[in-house]
């Protein structure tokens, strides 16, 4: 099997559903954010006000470019990844992309109390997921295979989202899928 790279907008649950994917997959995790901040020694947000946007989305091809040619486990982009060409070309044809669609209003209910996210510390900022999403979302739609809606599942329903889907498709093994019907227990006469 390619590789599996999760893309979305920030705050999305790429990170936490690809962890837990790639434990049901029994395959290796690699979030690209961290191997980005591990290659330039600071975290992103200071990288960028220093070096500029730039700067940063060529160090990012870079890496998507380097954790797609190692064709196993699964790849929590960043939300900004399908902005290069590029990029959404490596992931398109050398992994097997899924696209955990939120909406603003849900990205922002998870979201708001974050003060981590730089994206998020501007005065409006529904307005600013707003915009990103309109910009960003028919370039994840473009890169992706599959698309799941994110909605208010829990994470674990989400997993399994991904897993029939790639099961369906042919992708995955049948009994790496978890039955999302518990088996009833007998009635006892």
Known sequence: M?????????GGGKSTVGRHL?????????DSDAEIERR??????????????????????????????????????????VLRDASRHALHTQTTVVYLRSTPEELFRRLRHDMHRPLLQVADPMRKLRDLYAERDPLYRRTAH????????????????????LELAGLVRADLVPSSVEPRPAPSH
């Open 22 to 30: 790639a434990r049901s997959l029994q395959r290796r995790f690699v």
């Open 146 to 165: 599959f698309i799941i809606e994110t909605g208010r599942p829990s994470v674990h329903t989400l997993v399994n989202m991904v897993l029939m889907q």
């Open 2 to 10: 390619k590789p599996l790279a999760l893309v979305g907008m920030p």
């Open 40 to 81: 330039i020694g600071c975290p992103i947000r200071v990288f960028f006000e220093r070096e500029g946007e730039a700067s940063f989305r060529d160090i990012e091809q870079e890496v998507i470019a380097e954790l797609v040619s190692q064709r196993t486990g699964v790849i929590a982009t960043g939300g900004g990844t």
